[in-house]
């Protein structure tokens, strides 16, 4: 049978990987295709520019291969949040099997870019040290729905919460966010006024 891969959704891919060698390799070639950004922006963000992120990043598409093959009866509802959570098991693993568990998210908004020319750098700075300074249960929901554009039904499939769990942190992030972003302009600002 002909598949125009393309078009197919991500689960549907997924499934596809149980079939024949050929079909395998395009369904898999195409999910890669569509992820391969992403996991990679993921865990730069998630990890910082350290340089076992490649062994990482290929390991997460070797275990959604081998697993696709294997998987012959169950069907998988959401693929998106399957890969991101492989993903950040793969990662948690690597520490734990060295035995050390940093905090995963520090150095996650090392690489922000404005495109916003209007934005100054005191101020992408101030966002940076702001999100670090979040509780890591909120930084990871802040992480996973403001810069990874993940829904919460995603996030909640992710992090293993409810959802309503999930809208809750989500909230208190961006509130604890606004709330240490607010402190910090004010520092700055008496700052500059000392000056």
Do not use: W
């Not at 696709?68 to 009866?73: C, D, P, T, V």
């Amino acid at each position: 049978m002909k598949y125009e891969y393309e078009k197919l959704a991500d689960e549907d891919l997924f499934a596809l990987l149980s079939e024949n060698k050929e079909v395998s390799n395009l369904a898999f070639n195409e999910l890669h295709k569509r992820y391969s950004q992403k996991m990679y922006s993921y865990l730069n963000r998630l990890l910082g520019n350290r340089f076992f992120i490649k062994d990482l990043y290929q390991e997460i598409f070797v275990k959604i291969y081998n697993i696709g093959i294997k998987r012959k009866e169950k069907q998988l509802n959401n693929f998106n949040a399957y890969i991101y959570q492989t993903a950040k098991n793969l990662c948690l693993n690597h520490f734990k099997s060295e035995n050390k568990l940093p905090e995963l998210y520090s150095e996650y908004m090392n690489d922000i870019k404005s495109e916003d020319k209007d934005i100054d750098e005191d101020r992408i700075e101030m966002l940076k040290k702001s999100v670090k300074l979040l509780p890591e249960i909120y930084r990871e929901v802040i992480i996973l729905s403001e810069f990874e554009n993940l829904s919460n039904s995603s996030i909640a499939e992710i992090t293993g919460d409810t959802e309503i769990n999930i809208r809750v942190k989500l909230h208190r992030a961006k509130k604890m966010l606004r709330d240490i972003y607010a402190r910090m302009k004010r520092r700055m600002k008496v700052i500059e006024e000392n000056d």
